[in-house]
């Protein structure tokens, strides 16, 4: 017998191949499996393909995936994160003190104590508009000139109010409850409208 007789796994029918270099084309291109038979010239016993020893080597070099190279490129991430932690703290630190500069506490009035001296809201009470804010259960609320306002209308309000009434000074009394966020929208609404001095008095 000449030339080379494959089948698929099990089929009696069987077809000649003139040599071995077709079969092995025929399995680059997909005619063949590896586990399809194969049966030599001077042989006759089927082998499959992949464990036949003229095959063996080249059908296991043809299966074996090609060796993916290490991304030499790869970063450290790690820095990275600790610096933008670090920088993110100090950005909310700088912010937050920056809200605290832009009130001046006032004292508490109490007859008894010394201390700096005490404003009587009577004596300025023509020099500036008063803020409150108040905690209605769970809802802040906030009033300018005892006119409760939205939270989201602050600076359009205080602006009409100096507009209107020429006061460029502000008293701004704030339970403690109020979240502090509530109480930084206000002193930025100030801020924003150019209120000149702020009277802080927090309450609790």
Known sequence: MSGWLVRPEGSPQAIRL???????????EGHWLPSDEVQGPGEN??????????????????????????DETHLDMNPLIDVCLVLL?????????????RAID???????????AQVNYKDIKDQ?????????????????????????????????????????????????AVPWGIV???LDAAKGNGVRNILNNRRG
């Open 18 to 28: 003139a040599s071995a270099e077709e079969v092995l084309a025929g399995i680059r």
């Open 45 to 70: 016993q089927w082998r499959s393909i992949d464990t036949h020893p003229q095959f063996a080597d080249s059908v296991a070099e043809w299966l074996t995936p090609p060796r993916l190279q290490e």
């Open 89 to 101: 703290i100090f950005f909310i630190l700088t912010i937050t003190y920056a809200s605290l500069e």
């Open 106 to 116: 006032v004292p508490p009035l109490n007859p008894d104590k010394k201390g700096p």
């Open 128 to 176: 500036v508009f008063v803020v409150t804010a108040r905690m209605d259960g769970n809802r802040p609320v906030v009033r300018i000139e005892k006119q409760e306002v939205p939270i989201h209308q602050i600076a359009k309000e205080m602006k009409r109010i100096i507009d209107t009434t020429g006061r460029r000074e502000m008293v701004l009394d704030v339970d403690k």
């Open 184 to 186: 930084t929208a206000i």
